[in-house]
């Protein structure tokens, strides 16, 4: 079904002008067998670092993004970018960078305790990932609102509304058979220069986003079962 799209533009100081909101009321039953079919779809979904360099679908990853900008957020500000990188001049840019601070990292700035919970996942600075993989999306948070001519305007609860969307961006991705990876070097400044994003951005997340490679393997991890996450009252 089509959708029509409008261009959004700042609204901080409009009156509030609600509109009707009137969603189908889904049968119990239905209902039932959507989350359980959810459930085990996304109880499939694993972090790879092995990527096939198969190209993707690239209006998925577009309707994937789509969906992560649906996310809410803080008065919604919708404080994100995503930047999509397929050249792989500057996929190789960003490898080149992530893998100095990952050395860093990993040669002590981490601290043990870190490292010690890193080694079960067999990481370590070398990120093939970022190169292999057909495409990065790259996801920076916008600290503030900088219009045209210079206008600021604060934007609130930005780190959890980022994560909202990330999250949705990557159920997104999974429910569309394409497999991802959060990378977060640390510090990410050098992904604005590579990038050339403005300075109300600062880069929150390097997403590789493909199909895992033939020969892929991933640890050998337990997710914490229902009992263990869900509190009843």
């Given at each position: 079904m ?5 261009h959004w533009t700042p609204?901080h100081g ?5 509109v ?7 049968a119990?039953?239905?209902s039932?067998a959507?989350a359980?079919?959810?459930?085990a ?9 092995q990527f096939?360099?198969?190209p ?5 990853v ?17 404080p ?11 996929r190789r840019?960003i490898r080149?960078a992530a893998?100095?601070e990952e050395?860093?990292?990993y040669?002590?700035?981490?601290g043990e ?11 370590d600075?070398?990120?093939?990932h ?16 900088l219009g045209?001519?210079?206008?600021k305007?604060?934007h609130?609860?930005v780190?959890?509304s ?8 990557l159920?997104?991705l999974?429910?569309?058979?394409l ?12 992904l604005?220069?590579v ?9 929150f997340?390097?997403?590789?986003v493909?199909y895992?490679a033939?020969?892929c393997q ?8 229902l009992d ?6």
């Open positions: 089509a959708t029509t799209t409008r609204t409009d009156p509030y002008r609600p009707p909101y009137r969603p189908g009321r889904m119990p039953a239905e039932l959507r359980a079919e959810l459930r779809r996304m109880d499939e979904r694993r972090t790879v670092r096939a360099t198969d993707v679908p690239l209006d998925v577009r309707d994937a993004i789509a969906c992560a900008a649906t996310a809410p957020s803080g008065a919604h500000q919708q994100w970018t995503f930047v999509l990188v397929r050249d792989p001049g500057v840019r080149d893998e100095e050395r860093l990292s040669d002590g700035r981490l305790e870190w490292l010690a919970a890193l080694r079960p996942l067999g990481t600075e070398v990120k093939p970022l190169t292999d993989a057909p495409a990065l999306i790259v996801v920076f948070q916008q600290r503030y609102w045209e001519d210079g206008t305007r604060k609130y609860y780190d959890e980022v994560g909202i969307a990330v999250g949705m961006l159920s997104a999974h429910l569309s058979g497999a991802a990876l959060i990378h977060t070097p640390s510090p990410m400044r050098f604005s220069d990038l050339g994003r403005p300075a109300n951005e600062k880069a997340a390097v997403i590789p493909g895992p033939p020969d991933v640890p050998d991890l337990v997710r914490k079962s263990q996450v869900l509190v009843e009252f």
